[in-house]
Each structure stands twice: as structure tokens, then as C-alpha cells.
């Protein structure tokens, strides 16, 4: 049985239309009440057609639930109504400090995730994370903003809140501590690799590069070489810091 509810997600107007329980479940902190808005002042409305589910799985031959793949798949639909609103996702582990978030991207097993929990272990009670797998990132007014979403990979670690954007910083492994401030030849490349690659629609990827154009002129992005040390905390810290 499908239900069809109402949520705000990255200052969306969203209504979820599913019929399994873990996406609700990963969002019910994002839920709104019945009269939040109007059914025609949704921008997003996720919801599949009967049995897509079920062919994915088998063309896919994909070895996860139902229930997991709606998930997987619902993060990928929303994503292409943030676009058209001038915002987009990054595979990233998102830590907050002193009020601004850093989104901290790599190829999956690379670390990031360990990374920010070093972060929490160093800074303590001035530091959490946002989201550990898709935050959304916006610019609103004049200013970039981080947000957490229902879809938080593997740990389910997210808040539904809104932080001002303090860097993009795609790490690496390295023996020693290094960051430095990235072009944005080189930029480009990292961003699309951790974004949804399949967008689908020719629009949806001139979204994302008008988005990213401004976002790589406005927004600091590092490159960081780092190892699993407190050493590293600090130098990626000190770099990126904006308090």
C-alpha cells in the first residue's frame, strides 16, 4: 500500500509516494504536517511507476531489497528536482564545526567517513555530522548552504538542518599531511565523479555544470593528502577553517 506524504528536504516542497518503509523511515524527521503547503506548490514529487522496482532488481540483478532499492532510488530522482532548483548532491561525509559545514568527498573506501569521525573526536561537542553520504548543497540569496537529507548511506547519519557552506575538500590517502586549494580543471572532474552520474536528461546535466560554474567561483575546494592521525585533523582544519 502506497502512502503519500509531505516533507521539506533541502528547503523542498517534497511529497514522497512509496511503498516501503525505509525511505519513510530515513525521512521522518523531514516530515511536515498535511497543510505545510498546497499539492501544487510541490517541487518535488518522488514516486515510481508500479513494478520499476521490481525490474530494476531483475535487470540490474541486483542482490538488495525492495525496500533498499527504493531508497537507493528515490535519493537519484530527488536529486534531479534539486538541480532544476539550482542545487545539487555530493558523495560526501559532512562535518559541521563553529557553524559551517565541510563536505569532505572521495571514492567510496577511501575514508572520508573516517576522516570526519576524527573530526568529531577532536573537536568534541563543536563538531557533528550533517550527513555522511548525500548532503545537498543550495545557494540561497548570496550565500552557499549544506543540508542534511534523508539519504545517509550505510551509518544513517543526518540532520535535518541547514549550515552555511565553509569548503569542499576531495581527499586522498597519503603517508603525509598535505592540502592545497584546487583549480577548477581540476575540480570539475572530481565533482561529476561523486554526483549522480546518470542524470537521465540533457537538461539535468546543463543544470549541474551552470551549477557547479558558480559553485567553484564562490566556494573554496581542496585537494588533501592525508593519513588516519589527529596530525591530519588539524591540517585539513587549519586550511579550510572560516571562524
Known amino acids: 500500500m502506497k502512502r503519500r506524504d509531505k516533507y521539506i528536504i533541502a528547503e523542498m516542497n517534497t511529497i514522497l509516494e512509496l511503498e516501503h518503509e525505509r525511505t519513510y523511515r530515513q525521512a521522518e524527521d523531514y516530515k511536515v504536517s498535511d497543510d505545510a503547503f498546497a499539492e501544487e506548490e510541490a517541487e518535488a514529487v518522488v514516486k515510481f511507476e508500479d513494478g520499476f522496482l521490481e525490474q530494476r532488481q531483475e535487470i540490474r540483478k541486483h542482490d538488495l531489497s525492495l525496500s533498499d532499492l527504493e531508497y537507493m532510488y528515490t535519493g537519484s530522482l ?102 592545497e586549494e584546487a583549480e577548477s580543471e581540476w575540480i570539475i572532474p572530481k565533482v561529476i565523479a561523486q554526483t549522480t552520474r546518470k542524470l537521465k536528461a540533457v537538461e539535468n546535466l546543463d543544470y549541474l555544470l551552470a551549477t557547479l560554474e558558480k559553485l567553484i567561483a564562490e566556494v573554496p575546494v581542496y585537494r588533501f593528502g592525508c593519513n588516519i592521525s589527529d596530525e591530519a585533523v588539524v591540517t585539513s582544519y587549519e586550511a579550510v577553517r572560516r571562524v
Open 78 to 179: 530527488f536529486y534531479r528536482f534539486l538541480l532544476a532548483k539550482g542545487g545539487m548532491m555530493i558523495h560526501s561525509s559532512a562535518v559541521v564545526v563553529d557553524g559551517y559545514a565541510y563536505l569532505f568527498s572521495a571514492d567510496s573506501g577511501t575514508g572520508k567517513s573516517t576522516h570526519t569521525q576524527l573530526w568529531l573526536k577532536h573537536f568534541g561537542e563543536r563538531a557533528y555530522i550533517l550527513n555522511d553520504d548525500k548532503p545537498a548543497i543550495r545557494k540561497i540569496g548570496d550565500e552557499w548552504f549544506a543540508y542534511g537529507t534523508p539519504w545517509s548511506g550505510k551509518t544513517d547519519m543526518n540532520v535535518n538542518t541547514k549550515v552555511k557552506l565553509g569548503a569542499i575538500v576531495f581527499l586522498e590517502r597519503s603517508e603525509e599531511n598535505f592540502i
